[in-house]
């Protein structure tokens, strides 16, 4: 059973970097089946993809979002690490990390997903 669990501070000042790490169980970073996604939900709103990474560990971005965000991977302890520069209050929502499977056929499917984690970007 694939787990994900997202983690870090539930509170960042404006102009500051938001820093999450996702732990995965049950399943592998370096595997080509899968990639790894960050989405994000402000309140009020539908879902945001924020981007992705792949086994190759070549990220890929949002085009709202490129120029301040940053994934990575630690395949030592099969984590994922997102980082978003210069937050404003509109960065404010609720956080997920999730797995991507590519070997549906259908196109991409996020299958499993972390519970979610709140981030508030608030002085």
């Known amino acids: 059973q694939v787990q994900l669990q997202e983690s870090g501070p539930g509170l960042v000042k404006p102009s500051q970097t938001l820093s999450l790490t996702c732990t995965v169980s049950g399943g592998s970073l370096t595997t080509s089946d899968y990639c790894w996604s960050w989405i994000r939900q402000p309140p009020g709103k539908g879902l945001e993809w924020i981007g992705n990474i792949g086994y190759s560990g070549n990220p890929y971005y949002s085009p709202p979002l490129k120029s301040r965000a940053s994934i990575s991977t630690d395949t030592s302890k099969n984590q994922f690490t997102l980082r978003l520069s210069r937050v404003t209050p509109e960065d404010t929502a609720v956080y997920y990390c999730?797995?991507?499977?590519?070997?549906?056929?259908?196109?991409?499917?996020?299958?499993?997903w972390g519970q979610g984690t709140q981030v508030t970007v608030s002085s």
């Open positions: 999730v797995r991507e499977d590519l070997t549906s056929g259908w196109g991409p499917v996020f299958d499993y």
